[in-house]
């Protein structure tokens, strides 16, 4: 079997082999020459493996514990072959990968950013990946305890509700936040963001209300009224937001009246248009002006 000293060198080799094939496929302009560049960082990041699995085997017959420098290759090397999936667009392995980044106890948060800002950054990018990677990440963030970076957990949120496809998505990103923030010191979140956060979710609030979905347009502003308290910036604005909630709230209540058999004149129900109109209006009007991208 190898010396120890010589399978590290092995897999440094491979490892810088593997990152100069990455670089080099991205100055090449012929197809045929970028796939030859991915194919040799593939079998560059396989022979890696092989050597690591090597020094492995002779570390447990040794009684030796791995060094950190070992751990911070093999931290490097997912990122590679997390990249390499991207590039060649092989959604099933960035999941496979990203799960193995997440199942790695040294990979940190700051790694998994990297992952998710690569894949959105990347052309044909997959959402539901950058959005895995964020999730992640976040979680990763918030593991720190006292050490919680709370700009890039503010920064990693804003990232991820911009990305989110549905509301359904959005209301459980919202009460992630109304929950972060019940549990930390009152000036840790920045302000900013704590803006950017009520205004977004009670402007889309405001939207739903437009288009009389009166029960997604509620759940919504409750939760900018439960982000507001952790806002002192824009507390002035509560009394309007609780007005106008309440007019969501009798909306509501109407439109479950009216899905019943209606008796009203024509005259009557005209009277109920219009006041459904004036709700819309005065919804629209009193959105919150949106804190500066």
């Known amino acids: 079997m190898p010396e120890t000293s010589t399978i590290q060198y092995q897999m440094m080799a491979f490892l810088m082999s593997a990152s100069a094939s990455l670089e080099g496929a991205t100055k090449e302009i012929e197809d045929t020459e970028v796939a030859v560049c991915y194919g040799l960082a593939h079998n560059m990041l396989l022979r890696y493996t092989g050597a690591a699995q090597a020094l492995a085997d002779r570390r447990q017959s040794l009684a030796e514990p791995p060094s950190k420098a070992e751990d911070k290759q093999h931290v490097y090397k997912l990122i590679m072959e997390f990249e390499l999936a991207v590039h060649i667009k092989d959604a099933g392995c960035q999941h496979a990968?990203?799960?193995?980044?997440?199942?790695?106890?040294?990979?940190?948060?700051?790694?998994?950013?990297?992952?998710?800002?690569?894949?959105?950054?990347?052309l044909n990018s997959n959402p539901d990946v950058t959005r895995l990677a964020l999730q992640a990440a976040l979680q990763l963030l918030l593991s720190k305890g006292h050490a919680v970076p709370h700009d890039q957990v503010a920064q990693t949120l804003r990232t991820l509700l911009e990305l989110s496809p549905t509301d359904e998505d959005k209301i459980k990103l919202y009460q992630q936040a109304k929950e972060l923030l019940a549990g930390l010191?009152?000036?840790?979140?920045?302000?900013?963001?704590?803006?950017?956060?009520?205004?977004?979710?009670?402007?889309?609030?405001?939207?739903?209300?437009?288009?009389?979905?009166?029960?997604?347009?509620?759940?919504?502003?409750?939760?900018?009224?439960?982000?507001?308290?952790?806002?002192?910036?824009?507390?002035?604005?509560?009394?309007?937001?609780?007005?106008?909630?309440?007019k969501v709230v009798q909306r509501r209540a109407g439109q479950a009246e009216t899905s019943a058999p209606s008796t009203s004149s024509p005259k009557e129900r005209k009277r109920k248009r219009d006041e459904e109109a004036e709700v819309k209006t005065s919804i629209s009007l009193a959105a919150l002006k949106e804190a500066p991208e």
Do not use: I
Request: glycine share 4%; aromatic share 10%; hydrophobic share 40%.
């Open 97 to 122: 990968v990203l799960q193995r980044c997440r199942e790695a106890p040294n990979f940190s948060a700051e790694s998994m950013l990297k992952l998710a800002y690569f894949s959105k950054a990347a």
């Open 185 to 246: 010191p009152g000036s840790a979140y920045p302000d900013r963001e704590l803006q950017w956060l009520v205004s977004t979710c009670w402007n889309r609030g405001a939207h739903q209300a437009k288009f009389l979905r009166c029960e997604a347009a509620e759940r919504y502003m409750r939760l900018a009224l439960g982000l507001l308290e952790h806002c002192h910036s824009l507390s002035g604005r509560k009394q309007m937001m609780v007005d106008e909630l309440n």
